[in-house]
């Protein structure tokens, strides 16, 4: 007899803590995975329509970058012509600071 109880009690256990998790742990089948579909292209969509213009900005600030550099480059070539001159004339009796270009790609 206890054999016989062991195994009922073991077997109405077992399904109770499968119902239990079932209901309480496992996503509705098909109508979760749905929801879930539905989010995700939704997300996959927002990217889609986002991607071309973080492309866009990407070139532009890549743009704006290389006019930066270009000015600055002129902006050096003209304060050396000027350190230049000064130095030619005796302007000071100090000496004159050499201008460097420290500017970096990543700044």
Known sequence: ????????????????????VEDN?????????SKLEVQLNAMKNTIDRLQPQVDALNRSNEQAQADINAQTNRMMTCMNWIMTAMARVRMSNI?????ENSTSSNA
């Open 1 to 20: 007899m206890n054999v016989q109880w062991t195994e009922f009690e073991n077997a109405a256990t077992y399904n109770y803590a499968r119902k239990f």
């Open 25 to 33: 742990y496992r996503p509705k089948a098909e109508h979760e995975t």
């Open 95 to 99: 000496p004159l600071p050499t201008v």
